[in-house]
């Protein structure tokens, strides 16, 4: 949603902003500069929008999802200016492999911060093109949601 609504602005910003130059710079000449400047700028401009918008929020097509049940280890949030949330996820508690998932929703963040290291949970993930770097560091996988799963 962020990637369209960028979209949106950088094509409306490349129609007024060059005309409103234009039109300063311009100003006795016919309405072609105007035009031509609009063009140009377009050209240059739309695609940087559109770079910055999949590098910077993610390209969010879905390429993955599943269930992963164990046990987290730890949370955390990183970032000078875009904050990341992720947290780390073991199978079983005596297992040495550690996976890192990504969290973008904070209410599932702070429900995922709350619950014991002892507590087991069944956590949802999806996988996409591209998750951005405003949105995780680096994790193959975003969790979209999470089930504690009561002890028999």
């Given amino acids: ?10 094509v409306l910003l490349s129609a007024i902003i060059p005309a409103c ?13 105007i035009i031509v400047i609009s063009i140009v ?3 240059i401009f739309v695609p940087i929008m559109i770079i910055y918008s999949i590098w910077g929020y993610g ?10 049940f164990g046990y987290i280890t730890s949370t955390e949030t990183n970032g000078i200016i875009f904050k990341t949330d992720r947290i780390y996820f073991k199978t079983s508690i005596r297992s040495s ?10 209410k599932v963040f702070n ?7 002892n507590d ?15 949105n995780c560091d680096g994790e193959s996988a975003v969790i979209t949601g999470f089930t504690k799963i009561e002890e028999k």
């Avoid at 949603?1 to 950088?10: A, E, G, K, N, Q």
């Avoid at 234009?22 to 500069?33: Q, R, T």
């Avoid at 390209?59 to 992963?68: K, S």
């Avoid at 492999?97 to 904070?106: L, S």
């Fill in 1 to 10: 949603m962020t990637f369209i609504i960028i979209l949106l602005i950088s």
């Fill in 21 to 33: 130059i234009a039109l300063l710079m311009f100003s006795d000449s016919d309405d072609i500069n």
């Fill in 41 to 43: 700028f377009s050209i």
């Fill in 59 to 68: 390209f969010h097509y879905n390429i993955g999802r599943g269930d992963h």
């Fill in 97 to 106: 492999q550690e996976d890192r998932y990504c969290v973008i929703n904070n």
């Fill in 111 to 117: 429900g995922l911060k709350k619950l014991n290291s």
């Fill in 120 to 134: 087991q949970v069944k956590i949802k993930y999806v996988s996409y093109y591209s998750n951005g770097i405003a």
